[in-house]
C-alpha cells in the first residue's frame, strides 16, 4: 500500500563488501537524520533513493511511486533536491547560474519558490557575481542549499552537509538549517554521523548499522531506547526539551527547567529566561548513585527511577534507563558497577550528570 | 595564385576540414572511451592508436587499396556515384581523418577522464537530463581537452606527408600539400623555394605550440576540481 503522506523506502543491493538492506517507513515532513558511523550505508541509502545508484526495491514519496520492481524513474526525473557533502558546485558557472542550474530545468508551472526568496533567506545576494572558487566553505554550502531549493523539490536530501567545514563555518550554517525545517513544508532526509548535528536539528531518526536499520522512530523516544545499536554506544543519549529559568550571571550558569527536573548548564549569551531550549544529555556523562552525595563536583544531581537495564550491550558495558518524571535518561556503566549497585527496575537513584550540552 | 600560395591555401583547407570532422567524430568515441567498462575498450583505443606507431606508408598503402576499384570503400562510393577517391582532395581528407585521430581522441579522452563525476551526479538531481549534463557540463569542463585537440590535430594534419604521397600524389590545387611541394621543390634542386616554404612552416608550428600552452595555461583556473 502506497501512503499519501509518509516516504516509504525499501532496498537491497549488495557490494563486494558491503550489503544494504532497508525497510524505512518515514514521516513525509520534518527532518529525518540518518544516523550512524562512516560505511554503515547512510550515503548508500541516500544514493538509492535518489536513484544514484541502482538497487533492487521500491519508492514511493508522499503517494507518488518513484521506483517499482518493474520501474524506477531516472534520476533527473524524479522532483528532490540533494545537498552533497563536497557542494558540487560547477566550476565553471557563477555562483547566479549555479543557482539557476535546476531552477530553469523546471517547468514554470512547478516551480513554488523564486530565486529572490532564496536569496534572501539565504543571505546569497552578495556572491552571486562570484565564481565557486573564490567562496569560503560555509558559503559554498550555502550556494549549494540554495540551488536544491530553487528546483521546488518534494523531498530534500542532504548528505553530511556540514562535515567539511570548520566550527565557524558550521555555527553560522546551523540557523539556515533550522529555518529550513521550521518553513520547509517538505520532507528532509539528513545524513550525519554527528550525535550535536542531529540532537540539534532532528525530529525523527533512523539509526544504521552494517547496511541494515536498527531503529527507527521520534527523535527523542529513539534515542532514550536501550536495545539500541551496539556500535552506537559510545554515542548514546538523550535529547530534551525544556526552558530557562534562572541566569546565574556570577557563575555564568543557566537553569534549565524540564518535565521531571532542572539542569544546570553553562551560560551562553544567547539564552534569556523563557526561552525554550534543547540539550543533550550523553549516556557516558551520566552516573549513578545510591544515594543523594553533596561533597563532590557534579552539579546536576536529579531523584531518578531505574526504568530498564539492558546488561552486556558491549562486553562489560551496561546501559541503564531511568525515569526523571517524565523525561528518560541513559546512564552508560562498567556491568560491575551495575552489580555492585544492584540495579533493579523501581529502584529509587540519584543521577549524576557530569555535562549537559546546549543543542540549540 | 602561385603555386606556393596555392599549396598553402590547400594545406590550411585540408587541416581546417579535418579538425572539424574529427572534433565531430572524435568526441563521442573520446566519451565512450573514458567512460566504458565494455570488453571493446582496449580493441577500440588500440585502433585508434594505431596511426602513432605505423608508418604512413602502411596506412596510405592500405587506405590506396580499400578506396581504390577493388576495394570495399572504392566500390561503395564508386557506386554512389562518388566516384573514386584515391589522388582526389575528398581522399586526402578521409586519409586525414584516420591518420590525426588519436591526436583528437586521446586529449578528450584524457579531459574526460578527470571530469569529477560529482558534478554529473549533481547535474541530474538538477533535472539535466544525460544529453544536458553533456552539453552543459561536460564539455564546459572539457574546454582545455578541447583547445588542445583541435591544436593537435590541425598541426599534425599541416605536418602530413607519407599518407599524402600515398594516396594524393602531387595535383597542384587538388593534393598538392606544402609538404608535398616542399619535397618537389628539394627534388627539382629548388632550395630557395623550398627554404622560404620549410621557414614558413618552422615559424607556424612554433607559433601554434606557444599559443596552445599559453592558452592552456590561462584555462588551468578553470578546471579546478
Redo the contacts between chains.
Keep these: 500500500m502506497i501512503s499519501p503522506d509518509t516516504l516509504q523506502a525499501r532496498f537491497q543491493c549488495h557490494f563486494d563488501q558491503f550489503a544494504l538492506d532497508v525497510d524505512l517507513n518515514l514521516p513525509g515532513s520534518g527532518i529525518t537524520a540518518i544516523f550512524g558511523h562512516s560505511g554503515c550505508g547512510k550515503t548508500t541509502l541516500l544514493r538509492c533513493i ?1 536513484g ?1 545508484q541502482t538497487a533492487q526495491g521500491q519508492l514511493s514519496v508522499l503517494g507518488e511511486a518513484w521506483q517499482t520492481p518493474q520501474e524506477s524513474w ?3 526525473k ?1 522532483p ?3 545537498v ?1 557533502q ?1 557542494t ?1 558546485l ?3 558557472l557563477s555562483v547566479r547560474k549555479n543557482l539557476l ?2 531552477y530553469r ?2 517547468p514554470a508551472g512547478q516551480r513554488k519558490i523564486t530565486p529572490e526568496q532564496v536569496y534572501d533567506w539565504l543571505g546569497l545576494e552578495p556572491l552571486l557575481e562570484r565564481m565557486p ?1 573564490g567562496l569560503s566553505g560555509g558559503e559554498r554550502q550555502r550556494v549549494a542549499i540554495g ?2 531549493l530553487l ?1 521546488s523539490p518534494r523531498l530534500l536530501l542532504m548528505d553530511e552537509p556540514l562535515s567539511a567545514l570548520d566550527h565557524q563555518s558550521k555555527q553560522d550554517i546551523l540557523p539556515y538549517l533550522e529555518r529550513l525545517r521550521d518553513s520547509l513544508a517538505i520532507p528532509v532526509l539528513y545524513v550525519s554521523h554527528s550525535t550535536s548535528e542531529v540532537a540539534r536539528l532532528a525530529d525523527h531518526i533512523v539509526m544504521m548499522d552494517r547496511g541494515q536499520v536498527i531503529a527507527q522512530g521520534p527523535l527523542q523516544e529513539t534515542l532514550a531506547r536501550t536495545d539500541q545499536p551496539f556500535r552506537l554506544e559510545e554515542d548514546a543519549g538523550v535529547v530534551l526539551d525544556g526552558e530557562i529559568a534562572e541566569v546565574d550571571a556570577q557563575w555564568q550558569l543557566s537553569k534549565v527547567v524540564f518535565n521531571g527536573g532542572e539542569l544546570w548548564l553553562r551560560h551562553h549569551d544567547h539564552l534569556t529566561m523563557g526561552m525554550s531550549v534543547r540539550v543533550q544529555v550523553l549516556a557516558r556523562d551520566v552516573s549513578i548513585a545510591l544515594h543523594e552525595h553533596r561533597g563532590q563536583s557534579i552539579q546536576n544531581l536529579l531523584p531518578a527511577t531505574v526504568d530498564h537495564i539492558a546488561r552486556e550491550v558491549v562486553p562489560g558495558i551496561t546501559l541503564v534507563r531511568l525515569l526523571a518524571g517524565d523525561t528518560a535518561f541513559l546512564a552508560r556503566l562498567t556491568s560491575r558497577s551495575a552489580h555492585q549497585l544492584q540495579l533493579t527496575p523501581g529502584l529509587r537513584v540519584w543521577l549524576q550528570i557530569k555535562s549537559v550540552a546546549l543543542a540549540d | 595564385m602561385s603555386p606556393e600560395w596555392q599549396a598553402v591555401w590547400l594545406t590550411l583547407k585540408l587541416a581546417g576540414i579535418t579538425t572539424l570532422l574529427l572534433l565531430f567524430i572524435g568526441t563521442p568515441i573520446a566519451w565512450w572511451l573514458a567512460r566504458t567498462q565494455h570488453w571493446l575498450r582496449q580493441p577500440i583505443a588500440a585502433i585508434v592508436a594505431l596511426p602513432l606507431v605505423l608508418p604512413p606508408t602502411v596506412l596510405g598503402f592500405y587506405l590506396l587499396i580499400v578506396m581504390g576499384p577493388d576495394g570495399a570503400i572504392g566500390q561503395l562510393t564508386d557506386s554512389l556515384g562518388l566516384g573514386l577517391l584515391p589522388f582526389t582532395f575528398e581522399g586526402l581528407v578521409v586519409a586525414s581523418v584516420i591518420y590525426s585521430l588519436p591526436f583528437t581522441v586521446q586529449p578528450l579522452q584524457t579531459a574526460f577522464l578527470s571530469l569529477n563525476e560529482n558534478l554529473l551526479e549533481a547535474a541530474a538531481t538538477l533535472r539535466a537530463s544525460a544529453w544536458d549534463r553533456f552539453f552543459s557540463i561536460a564539455i564546459p569542463l572539457a574546454r582545455p581537452g578541447f583547445l588542445t585537440a583541435a591544436v593537435l590535430s590541425f598541426a599534425h594534419t599541416i605536418g602530413e606527408f607519407g599518407v599524402i604521397l600515398m594516396i594524393g600524389g602531387s595535383i597542384p590545387g587538388e593534393t598538392r600539400v606544402l609538404s608535398v611541394a616542399i619535397f618537389d621543390h628539394v627534388e627539382a634542386l629548388e632550395y630557395a623555394q623550398a627554404h622560404w616554404l620549410s621557414a614558413g612552416m618552422l615559424v607556424f608550428s612554433f607559433v601554434v605550440l606557444v599559443t596552445l600552452y599559453t592558452l592552456n595555461g590561462r584555462f588551468q583556473p578553470g578546471v579546478v576540481r
Excluded: E, I, K
Design positions: 535518489a544514484l531516472p534520476v533527473h524524479r528532490l533536491a540533494y552533497f563536497d558540487s560547477f566550476p565553471h542550474y535546476g530545468r523546471v572558487a540551488r536544491a528546483t
